[in-house]
């Protein structure tokens, strides 16, 4: 596992540990191999329809159909129009699924909202690691509740955003 920042390491650990102490101890084998091997593969599946340019329509198979995601993501593509991302890794119980993945893409338009609001297209590609939690309902993400957990900062300290604050003189 290629986890270069320590907060998300510690996040994935403490997720995995919770869901596997939560399940009986003679269901942790093959079951848990089983539930693993299966959220690898939809989110596998996910990330490839939502790295494709017609990803508006190829994640709908992933969602419920009072999902909103199209909606939050759609800006975030525009400003981010070659946002390609690849999974590196995904521990699940069945019904939680937990994913860490590594983000690619270009700062290449405005962004309505968030850390990026009302900072200007620098061109600068980055890469930033995340890190995905949701619970699946019929083979679906459930829209309530998904976490999400991103490496702003250094996402930002990338595309060459001044974000931290500036330290004041000692006098």
Known sequence: MDMKNPIYLFIFLVANLIMISCQPQAAQTAETVDHTAKATEFINNWFTALNSSNWEEEVKAF??????FAEFHKPFREAFPDYHATVKEV????????????????HQGDFPFGEFKGVEPSGKTAEWE???????IDGKFSPNPTFFLADNLGRMQQFGI??????????
Do not use: H, Q, W
């Open 130 to 136: 995340e890190v995905l939690a949701s619970r699946l």
């Open 63 to 68: 969602l419920t159909e009072d999902d909103s």
């Open 162 to 171: 001044d974000c931290l604050p500036k330290e004041k003189d000692s006098e």
């Open 91 to 106: 521990i699940s119980d069945g019904e939680t699924i937990v994913a860490y993945i590594k983000v690619k893409a270009s």
